[in-house]
T-cell receptor, first 112, second 116 residues
């Protein structure tokens, strides 16, 4: 079946540190891949996406590259801020299907 | 202007009661969804409607019944509430088509349901 595996959190960093949150997936065909972010008390927001192999999604300093050979879509940011503290969800969507399959989420805590 | 709105934001009720959560989107999207997020933040799809027709119905107890009066609204009715129904319920919507935007789902702020 289709599934997404994320690293368990929380990830605790100091401001300006480098961030990596690992995400790997299992899917039939060629899914689209997403990172969503959930700030405290809010709904999910799309952070970035990639729809085919070797695509790089980027937004607000975050990046993730669709790696078909390793079935991964790791999220990175060069210098995190306190305002990046949130829960990050990796997700996939199979082509032709509406359903998003989410990972379990990774909480990021950034301290000043 | 709120794109996807849900009411109520908080809902506290007793076991055995029946309750509804409403969702409205003003984005002109054709597809709407209900998700359940448990206390560990795990997010799972429950239902999806496209133009008022049910297209996704995951393994959800039949105490949960979605209703879509028009494509801008998707309400969730829950009968005979149980303790395990306590969670945050998110509504979402997405466009359909081939522009690439159909991949993007827009989420509401969530409804925190607490069953006592």
């Amino acid at each position: 079946g289709n599934s997404v595996t994320q690293m368990e959190g929380p990830v605790t960093l100091s401001e300006e540190a480098f961030l990596t949150i690992n995400c790997t997936y299992t899917a039939t065909g060629y899914p689209s891949l997403f990172w969503y972010v959930q700030y405290p008390g809010e709904g999910l927001q799309l952070l970035l996406k990639a729809t085919k192999a070797d695509d790089k999604g980027s937004n607000k300093g975050f990046e993730a590259t669709y790696r078909k050979e390793t079935t991964s879509f790791h999220l990175e940011k060069g210098s995190v801020q306190v305002s990046d503290s949130a829960v990050y969800f990796c997700a996939l969507r199979r082509t032709g299907f509406q359903k998003l399959v989410f990972g379990t989420g990774t909480r990021l805590l950034v301290s000043p | 202007d709120t794109a996807v709105s849900q009411t109520p934001k908080y809902l506290v009720t007793q076991m055995g009661n029946d309750k509804s959560i409403k969702c409205e989107q003003n984005l002109g999207h054709d597809t709407m969804y209900w998700y359940k997020q448990d206390s560990k933040k795990f997010l799972k799809i429950m239902f999806s409607y496209n133009n008022k027709e049910l297209i996704i119905n995951e393994t959800v107890p039949n105490r949960f019944s979605p209703k879509s009066p028009d494509k801008a609204h998707l309400n969730l009715h829950i009968n005979s509430l149980e303790l395990g129904d306590s969670a945050v319920y998110f509504c979402a919507s997405s466009p359909t088509g081939t522009s690439g935007r159909e991949n993007e789902q827009f989420f509401g702020p969530g409804t925190r349901l607490t069953v006592l």
